[in-house]
């Protein structure tokens, strides 16, 4: 079965950086985009960042500049490089992946479990 795996997440001062990991496995025929969400206590659920195969990329307005995303093609990995961190940057951040299964002529949208940024003087 398809499973996402972050890593990545911790406590970091403002001004600071992390970089998140999300490593997909499974029967995978080929990824038609991930991306990162993340969801702060009390607020909705926001897409972050997200990549296509066709290499195309999309920011959040608070994150560009300072959020890069990234992809491993041959081990089906995302990675978010955040740099310059703000304490509204805070939040668990998702995974999220629109997968090819198997042969191909199945698709399926698919996320992690989270991993938990903090950022606090």
Not at 55 to 71: C, L, M, Q
Request: charged share 15%; proline share 2%; glycine share 12%.
């Amino acid at each position: 079965q398809v499973r996402l795996v972050e890593s990545g997440g911790g406590l970091v001062q403002p001004g600071g950086s992390l970089r998140l990991s999300c490593v997909a496995s499974g029967s995978i025929f080929s990824i038609a985009a991930m991306g990162w969400y993340r969801q702060a206590p009390g607020k909705q659920r926001e897409l972050v960042a997200h990549t296509t195969t066709l290499g195309s990329t999309n920011y959040e307005d608070s994150v560009k500049g300072r959020f890069t995303i990234s992809r491993d093609n041959a081990k089906n990995t995302v990675y978010l490089q955040m740099n310059k961190l703000k304490p509204e940057d805070a939040a668990v951040y998702y995974c999220n992946a629109d997968l090819f299964l198997g042969s191909g002529a199945e698709r399926g949208v698919y996320w992690g479990q989270g991993t938990q940024v903090t950022v606090s003087s």
